[in-house]
């Protein structure tokens, strides 16, 4: 028997109809709502493709049931901002042209925006260990950190 859920994403409210109630996220998003961000990465949450915001928190969906984010805040790259409107970690991603493939900037721009929602000004070190766990396999990360300090900037 379906069970409907109201998911508030990006701004907007939502009805599903999911038969589990325990059904990641990530697919929800990306199956119930035809989102085209988050990416499905690993399925382990060790990639962090899949990162979102649920009530401001950089949270992997590919392991998040939805039960759990019942009447949550749910933000995602395209609810971060608008292409007039940029987030200044999606400006600086542009201007320190870190996309190589970009399958993983959802979650690398998602988990950066938490972290300079929590501390504006982190240092090169808090930088890393706030975006340790994520991968990219094109080799940006140099690229990445230099984005994050100029969004940081622009604080």
Not at 53 to 72: D, F, I, M, Q, W
Not at 123 to 146: E, F
Request: net charge neutral.
């Amino acid at each position: 028997m379906a069970t409907q859920m109201r998911l508030t994403v990006d701004g907007k409210s939502h009805v599903i109809s999911v038969d589990d109630p325990d059904m990641p996220l990530l697919y929800a998003l990306r199956d119930e709502l035809g989102l085209s961000n988050p990416h499905f990465g690993c399925g382990l949450a060790q990639c962090g493709a899949c990162t979102v915001h649920v009530n401001g928190e950089a949270t992997r969906s590919c392991v998040t049931p939805l039960s759990a984010v019942k009447g949550a805040t749910i933000v995602t790259l395209a609810g971060l901002g608008t292409a007039e409107h940029p987030h200044p970690l999606q400006a600086a991603y542009v201007e320190e042209q870190v996309p190589q493939c970009g399958y993983c900037v959802n979650g690398w721009i998602m988990t950066a925006a938490a972290l300079l929602k929590s501390n504006p000004h982190p240092s090169d070190a808090d930088i890393r260990k706030g975006l340790s766990g994520l991968k990219c396999r094109c080799g940006t990360h140099m690229a990445i950190i230099r984005a994050v300090k100029r969004a940081a900037s622009m604080a």
